[in-house]
């Protein structure tokens, strides 16, 4: 269940980032990115080049991630989707071997429990907690308008020096930095895992003006596969814009430009903040395992599709770097997960996930990392706004398959096909390669019992939901716990014994 005798378990700093491209991290960030902390952790890292989301929205994914499942195992379907306290996440399994765990920031978290196996939670999430984002497959086309999204991200990009995503994410750092200076102290001998989790950059597409300046002469503020007439999209493509309400907004080509600006300004925002906790690991002197990985992706204009909801490439595709003395440093192209993420942390911190390993859908990326190779395809899933049924897919080697009970099959050839272009389902020359896809889709998937699923799942919380916003309302956000009369000096305390407790380095 953990480590052998005698050998240290590592500390572990996971840093989550929220609908960041993976497209842009090639061998980590592409050149022209203003990087620089990114750049020094990728090159000590591990990095995955074809890594994909289990699922390409925000709480499904993350679910996934924490619990090495599919959304079909977790039925965490959609953003309104409770996640069971009973399916293990990696700081169940970390913490039942003995480590302190400690979130800071999103994870978007549906239910009553907020917790999932971390034992401190340093700030409530961003987004809410309870049911009423849950999308209804028995009105297919009718848009939430209060709460879908839609194209005002883009046509509102720019500047600001306050945002809501702004002031959350400096509260993440801000509180991710001073629990670090906390674990230094030693006043805790367990080993820890802390997860900085950011919803940068996320739209809105809103940076403050020291990045965005950084971007003015940018070369890349179009995408490379510009906008296609609605007609030319595939059906699931057409889903989206109409729930994105497309229509009533005239999308200019200033308008691209500025999101995108805005959006590559975030990252180099979220680059200053990682620095920040990578400072403070290394002026206190400790070591850590560190992951850094995104739930999904964005689209940013290519095809004409913003956001996420879909399989290809800019929305499913993330980036994932893992620096750790068990993993050697370099590119890994084999297409992995990031559900591969918790059986990768109990790896490393040599916890056994024997008990659940029936029920688990990753599997640990270390023997890829240590010159292994993965034979298994890598699986997504996706039923929540703008799907009136489940769509699956498969990237398997070179190729990505895709298959929904409403729509035409879809095989792409990612190596001579980048862009996702040229749908081979229909070609004579491919049919082997799409029988063979398919037959492991059809073994893995029953969409029909998937797609009842769905709908039971989204008719009960349309029940409670309505429900529980009668009478007196209850919320389930995370109320993080302020001890403040145990704070800085108070009268129970020995002064002396205070200032030496935490004050570090000690001494110098």
């Known amino acids: ?84 306290s009973s399916i293990p996440t990696y700081a169940h399994h970390l913490r039942r071997a003995g480590y302190q765990t400690c979130l800071s920031g999103k994870m978007h978290f549906v239910g009553p429990d907020q917790m999932h196996g971390f034992e401190e939670r340093l700030t409530t999430d961003i987004y809410p907690a309870d049911f009423g984002w849950t999308p209804d497959y028995r009105k ?130 979220l680059d200053d903040k990682i620095g920040e906790m990578l400072t403070v690991l290394k002026d206190t002197g400790q070591e850590a395992s560190i992951v850094f990985v995104s739930d999904h992706g964005d689209m940013l204009g290519a095809r004409g599709l913003w956001f996420k909801m879909s399989f290809f490439e800019g929305s499913s595709r993330v980036p994932l770097m893992i620096a750790a003395p068990d993993v050697s440093a370099g590119l890994i192209e084999a297409p992995v997960s990031n559900i591969d993420v918790t059986p990768t942390l109990c790896d490393l911190a040599g916890v056994s996930m024997e008990e659940v390993a029936p029920w688990t859908d990753g599997e640990s990326l270390l023997g890829l990392a240590q010159g292994g190779e993965r034979t298994t395809p890598v699986a997504m899933e996706y039923a929540a706004e703008a799907s009136y049924s489940p769509l699956v897919s498969l990237r398997y080697g070179k190729w990505k398959y895709n298959r929904c009970m409403l729509d035409p099959d879809q095989l792409f050839d990612l190596e001579t096909d980048p862009h996702e272009l040229e749908n081979l389902a229909d070609n004579p020359a491919h049919a082997g390669t799409l029988q063979t896809l398919r037959a492991k889709s059809e073994a893995r998937w029953d969409l029909a019992a998937y797609d009842a699923d769905v709908r039971e799942s989204q008719a009960r919380r349309w029940v409670v939901y309505e429900a529980l916003r009668n009478g007196q309302y209850y919320p389930w956000d995370y109320q993080p716990l302020k001890k403040a009369s145990e704070a800085y000096m108070r009268n129970h305390t020995n002064l002396d014994n205070l200032e030496d407790s935490k004050r570090f380095p000690r001494g110098n």
């Not at 989550?16 to 980590?28: A, E, R, S």
């Not at 230094?184 to 950059?201: E, K, Q, V, Y």
């Not at 597409?205 to 510009?226: G, T």
């Open 140 to 269: 297919p086309g009718e848009r939430i308008d209060w709460w879908y999204h839609n194209m005002g991200s883009v046509t509102g990009a720019g500047g600001a020096e306050i945002s809501n995503q702004m002031e959350y994410d400096d509260e993440v750092a801000y509180n991710a930095c001073a629990k670090l200076y906390d674990l230094a102290r030693g006043n805790d001998a367990r080993p820890w895992c802390l997860t900085a989790s950011f919803t940068h950059p996320h739209d809105p597409y809103v940076a403050r003006k020291k990045y965005w300046d950084l971007y003015e002469d940018c070369a890349h503020l179009l995408p490379e596969v510009s906008a296609m007439p609605y007609e030319d999209h595939d059906p699931h493509s057409k889903r989206i814009f109409d729930a994105n309400d497309w229509r009533s907004f005239d999308i200019t080509e200033e308008n691209i430009r500025r999101s995108r600006r805005a959006y590559f300004a975030n990252i180099s925002y």
């Open 1 to 84: 269940m953990t480590k052998s005798e005698g050998a240290k378990a590592p500390n572990i700093l996971i840093i989550m980032v929220d609908q960041l491209n993976g497209t842009l991290f090639p061998d980590g960030p592409v050149d022209w990115l203003h990087a620089p902390n990114l750049k020094a952790l990728a090159a000590r890292s591990a990095r995955f080049s074809n890594s994909y989301t289990a699922s390409p929205l925000c709480a499904p994914g993350r679910a996934s991630f924490m619990s090495g499942q599919l959304p079909s195992r977790t039925g965490v379907y959609d953003n309104a989707a409770e996640f069971a």
